[in-house]
């Protein structure tokens, strides 16, 4: 004879509960029969654990009906669904120069979004602390959502950062202020459940989620704008290292032919600025002389490339050939089936991928990893992030109160 001490019978309740919860989480309606069916639970068990769960918030069951050629006797079949609204997460990108923050349910589904721009005058801890804090009221407004509803906030910072959410790194001034314990602030503050993260780390959860990564075991998202940064996913699993140092692309300082960690926002742009200082006075040499130097972009080098116009040619093929063994370097450690450009600049860089993707087997063995360009578009972080808190509101939701609870 077995007996079940109060704690197990708790344990295997949870157990039960997760595995019920868990097949409704992405489904649509489901009867309790398909729940029997799919969880191999007792019926018993699999309408005492969806009554508690409706009880708990995180389910609603819905109005029994049958169709109107079936006229068997008794009750109709009960009928489950997961409740996407019983509370909302919130995903930031807490950049250097932007903050976007994206509200959904707790499938993902986008309710509102804000953009704030990071002026000069912001560089102090306390006003990067209150855009991130505006940010977030702001998009909860949009949405129609209560403080009380929100489950979990992750953040994406440009700075690394370990497990535990704070950046450990000393000696650094920058990343100490992209990451001043954003965590604790936004906890001590407004009781929210709050995960901080590597900006290029979210970037990869994003496209192991919605873009190319999917399907992938092993493949890096570069972020690759003002500074490259990478994350890297192998067999589905984001790699942190022992103080979140995995993907600083610091050691880009001493790879030949490189020589620093700019991105190719900042390397395509400067390289194009320098040619056209150097031709100075010289009238019709490239269409990038009719456009005002400070505002020129790696969007513009790029398009004037794809109209063969020389100089923006020349930016490109330079930066290929530089961005080809940055590639190449993460190959040689990770060994990935796909190289995954992202961030903003990703939607014009089509002319540089071809060039790397042609030159990059003559660095690496194997030859034929992929190089894509991502097509989440400058969102990618707030993608990733939202996808980080969806995951920890999922592990733990038996441990946490539904908003209709709060």
Same mark, same amino acid.
């Given at each position: 004879m077995v007996v079940r001490t109060p704690v197990a019978s708790r344990h295997l309740r949870d157990a039960s509960a997760r595995l019920v919860l868990e097949h409704l989480w992405d489904g649509d309606e489901v009867t309790g029969s398909a729940l029997i069916e799919a969880t191999g639970l007792s019926r018993a068990t699999v309408h005492d654990v969806c009554d508690e769960l409706i009880e708990r918030g995180w389910v609603t069951e819905l109005e029994s009906q049958r169709a109107g050629n079936d006229h068997r006797k008794g009750r109709p079949a009960r009928r489950y669904a997961f409740d996407a609204r019983a509370g909302v997460v919130v995903g930031v990108d807490a950049g250097q120069h932007r903050i976007s923050t994206t509200v959904t349910d707790l499938r993902g589904d986008a309710l509102a979004s804000?953009?704030?721009?990071?002026?000069?005058?912001?560089?102090?801890?306390?006003?990067?602390?209150?855009?991130?804090?505006?940010?977030?009221?702001?998009?909860?407004?949009?949405?129609?959502?209560?403080? *009380?509803?929100? /489950?979990?906030? %992750?953040?994406?910072?440009? &700075?690394?950062? #370990?497990? $535990?959410?704070?950046?450990?790194?000393?000696?650094?001034?920058?990343?100490?202020?992209?990451?001043?314990?954003?965590?604790?602030?936004?906890?001590?503050?407004?009781?929210?459940?709050?995960?901080?993260?590597?900006?290029?780390?979210?970037?990869?959860?994003?496209?192991?989620?919605?873009?190319?990564?999917?399907?992938?075991?092993?493949?890096?998202?570069?972020?690759?704008?003002?500074?490259f940064g990478a994350g890297v996913v192998d067999d589905g699993r984001l790699l942190r290292g022992a103080h979140g140092g995995v993907g600083e692309m610091r050691y880009l300082d001493f790879v030949e032919g490189v020589g620093s960690a700019d991105g190719i926002a900042a390397l395509v742009r400067d390289d194009a600025r320098a040619q056209l200082h150097r031709l100075d006075g010289q009238t019709g040499s490239s269409q990038l002389q009719d456009l005002d *130097?400070?505002? /020129?972009?790696? %969007?513009?080098?790029?398009? &004037?490339?794809? #109209?063969? $116009?020389?100089?923006?040619?020349?930016?490109?093929?330079?930066?290929?050939?530089?961005?080809?063994?940055?590639?190449?370097?993460?190959?040689?450690?990770?060994?990935?089936?796909?190289?995954?450009?992202?961030?903003?600049?990703?939607?014009?860089?089509?002319?540089?991928?071809?060039?790397?993707?042609?030159?990059?087997?003559?660095?690496?063995?194997?030859?034929?990893?992929?190089?894509?360009?991502?097509?989440?578009?400058?969102?990618?972080?707030?993608?990733?992030?939202?996808?980080?808190?969806?995951?920890?509101?999922?592990?733990?939701?038996?441990?946490?109160?539904?908003?209709?609870?709060?």
């Open positions: 804000a953009v704030l721009t990071v002026e000069p005058r912001d560089a102090t801890v306390t006003r990067r602390l209150a855009l991130i804090e505006e940010g977030v009221f702001t998009a909860l407004a949009d949405a129609g959502a209560q403080l *009380p509803s929100v /489950l979990a906030v %992750a953040v994406g910072v440009p &700075a690394p950062v #370990d497990r $535990d959410g704070r950046t450990t790194f000393q000696d650094n001034p920058f990343w100490e202020l992209m990451n001043p314990d954003i965590a604790r602030h936004l906890r001590d503050r407004h009781g929210w459940t709050t995960l901080t993260d590597n900006d290029a780390n979210l970037a990869a959860m994003a496209e192991h989620w919605r873009g190319h990564g999917a399907g992938a075991r092993c493949h890096v998202t570069l972020l690759a704008g003002e500074r *130097p400070a505002t /020129l972009d790696a %969007a513009s080098v790029f398009a &004037a490339a794809l #109209d063969e $116009d020389p100089l923006a040619v020349s930016v490109v093929e330079h930066v290929a050939a530089l961005l080809a063994r940055v590639v190449a370097t993460f190959a040689s450690i990770y060994d990935p089936e796909r190289v995954i450009i992202a961030g903003a600049v990703a939607a014009s860089c089509g002319p540089l991928l071809e060039l790397v993707r042609r030159d990059l087997d003559r660095y690496v063995d194997p030859p034929g990893i992929e190089v894509l360009a991502s097509e989440l578009g400058r969102d990618v972080v707030t993608v990733g992030a939202v996808k980080r808190a969806l995951d920890h509101v999922r592990e733990h939701a038996l441990e946490i109160a539904p908003a209709g609870l709060r």
